[in-house]
């Protein structure tokens, strides 16, 4: 894809063609928020606005239908490269994307057009054993309603929060492949949460969770498993260990949730005690 990624960076005009038809085609939405970053990345906001306009406009016209992921990750995706070209951190870029997905999730953004009423009820049908669950949650006084309408609207954030991210990162890959080789990799190997942003994150963490503030505590946790995928990817390289490891990684991560937590859990240790140089200096 590095060819198509130079052909685009040739003219304003080719990117902005091909964001316009990257959003427009169902599911090729990634495409055109890959696009918008990776203009945003190398020219900047400014330069890049008519593309990101481009790729925003057909993703705005999914969101009149009911489709509110293509625009989200579009938007997330550009706000994060501005950060990144700015500040020059990931770990930075990344909490200002969760933090601005965790407004929409807290503002009912993502939240079904007609309400969770006709969902909730549909699941109810197709499984009496999700019917039972429903039952009893209602005898114990939850609103089972605002219940399912908040896992919706939290499971939705958290594929747009995800996408964001991956689309950032083939738009940075793109641009470390053609002016700066080699330099994606070493970046984000080095990603990794300083023990202040942790402190951060876990500082809104209690926040949320003390005022109720559903939207950061369903989301607030994605930078630092990003920082811990960093680390097994920064590891399996100083180790320059075969690429059927990553594979196998990530077949446990999409699979398996302890595996989720293992790498939550080696992000945080990462924060501290910094793994990948200690690494380093025993190599």
Not at 195 to 224: H, K, N, Q, T, Y
């Amino acid at each position: 894809m590095l060819a198509f990624a130079r052909w685009l960076m040739q003219r304003p005009s080719y990117a902005a063609g091909a964001a316009v038809l990257a959003s427009l085609v169902p599911w090729l939405f990634w495409l055109g928020a890959a696009i918008a970053a990776l203009v945003t990345l190398r020219k900047g906001f400014a330069a890049a606005l008519p593309v990101i306009l481009a790729a925003a406009i057909p993703a705005g016209w999914w969101w009149t239908q009911g489709d509110v992921v293509p625009l989200s990750s579009i938007l997330l995706a550009t706000l994060m490269s501005v950060v990144l070209r700015e500040r020059m951190r990931w770990s930075e870029a990344l909490i200002v994307g969760t933090l601005a997905c965790a407004a929409m999730v807290q503002l009912g953004i993502f939240s079904p057009p007609g309400g969770s009423d006709a969902m909730l009820e549909q699941l109810r049908q197709n499984s009496a054993e999700f019917d039972r669950l429903v039952t009893e949650l209602g005898r114990t006084g939850y609103d089972t309603s605002l219940l399912a309408d908040l896992v919706i609207n939290g499971v939705t954030g958290l594929v747009v929060i995800l996408l964001a991210v991956a689309c950032l990162a083939l738009a940075r890959s793109w641009q470390a492949g053609l002016y700066n080789p080699g330099g994606f990799r070493q970046e984000f190997h080095a990603l990794r949460l300083t023990p202040r942003e942790l402190a951060l994150l876990v500082g809104l963490g209690a926040v949320s969770m003390l005022f109720d503030i559903a939207g950061f505590a369903l989301v607030g946790w994605v930078p630092l498993l990003i920082a811990g995928v960093a680390l097994v990817h920064g590891i399996i390289g100083l180790k320059e260990m075969n690429g059927l490891w990553l594979g196998a990684f990530y077949l446990l991560l999409i699979t398996t949730w302890p595996m989720i937590l293992i790498v939550l859990l080696s992000g945080l240790i990462d924060s501290f005690a910094n793994v990948r140089a200690r690494l380093a200096r025993s190599n």
